[in-house]
């Protein structure tokens, strides 16, 4: 999702048939689109609305929830001849990833400046929720954005060929 070198395109396709709105019901993935609006922002910055994550209660497992948010930026153009050519792009706000878990506290962040897309990624407890808000940093244009998430698990199996080989290495 983020430049790793691989593409689980199962995953993929059950992140796009998971599309959720404004305040959804939590599930373990989702995404949306839409417009940010200065109306939609709150005095502390944050959006006034959410998006929640439910993790699944799967034993021995190790669970990773990773949220992506990206946002347009203003191309400026030129007019050669009868077309229009971008020349540059221009960031006109600088939004942030903020993720909370269900006392309230943050577990999750991204904000950068210089680039329009924030990813954050953590090790949640099994069974909780998770609220995403979105955070205007600086800025006060309306943004088409898109967000997404998912929560993954990896059992935990222990593999006795792999405890061998690690002391057969020890050992020379």
Known sequence: M???GALNS???VRIAEQRKGRNNAAAPRGWDVGTLRSSDIDRNGETTFSYNISVPRSP???RTVKV???WDSDIIEWNFLGLDIPI???LTLDLDLKIY???GSLVGYSGSYDNSYEIAEFHPRAGETYTIKIRRWSGTDDVWYGIAWTTQS???VFD???ANLSTKLRRG
């Open 2 to 4: 983020d430049g790793t």
């Open 88 to 90: 540059s792009s221009v």
């Open 160 to 162: 006795p060929d792999l």
């Open 68 to 70: 992506a948010l990206a």
């Open 10 to 12: 199962l995953h993929a």
């Open 154 to 156: 990896t059992p935990l």
């Open 101 to 103: 878990d269900s006392a």
């Open 60 to 62: 021995l497992a190790l």
